[in-house]
């Protein structure tokens, strides 16, 4: 179980996390923006260089905003006394892998169960 100075201590990295993935996502929603060339100045390499780029920041994009939602989640368990425990066996997960990703929702042994299927 978590002392409080722990459960502060992940409160302030989730919330700094936050911050960041909130900036990264205003910075790289321009670049994701659809892609208008024009076709007669333009070459075809450079439109599918541009084309590989937006795809590529657009998923960028998308994995920002899951981890965005997985940031919320953690900072709602937190709230509600649940941070910190397996969602699966309701064990403590390990402060180690916490501080790996303090979004975990399963302790090693159950996260490793899943893989393997």
Do not use: N, W, Y
């Not at 996390?17 to 996502?25: A, I, K, P, V, Y």
């Not at 920041?57 to 965005?68: G, I």
């Amino acid at each position: 179980m978590l002392c409080e100075a722990e459960f502060e201590h992940f409160r302030q990295r989730l919330l700094q996390l936050q911050r960041e993935l909130h900036s990264l996502l205003e910075t790289g929603e321009d670049a994701a923006r659809v892609v208008e060339l024009d076709q007669t100045s333009v070459g075809r390499l450079s439109r599918m260089d541009a084309l590989q780029g937006q795809a590529m920041s657009q998923e960028q994009v998308r994995r920002r905003q899951l981890e965005l939602q997985r940031i919320t989640a953690a900072l709602r368990r937190l709230d509600k006394g649940e941070f910190g425990d397996c969602q699966d066996c309701g064990e403590p997960i390990d402060v180690r892998r916490l501080e790996m990703d303090p979004a975990a929702i399963l302790c090693i042994h159950c996260a490793t169960a899943r893989e393997l299927g």
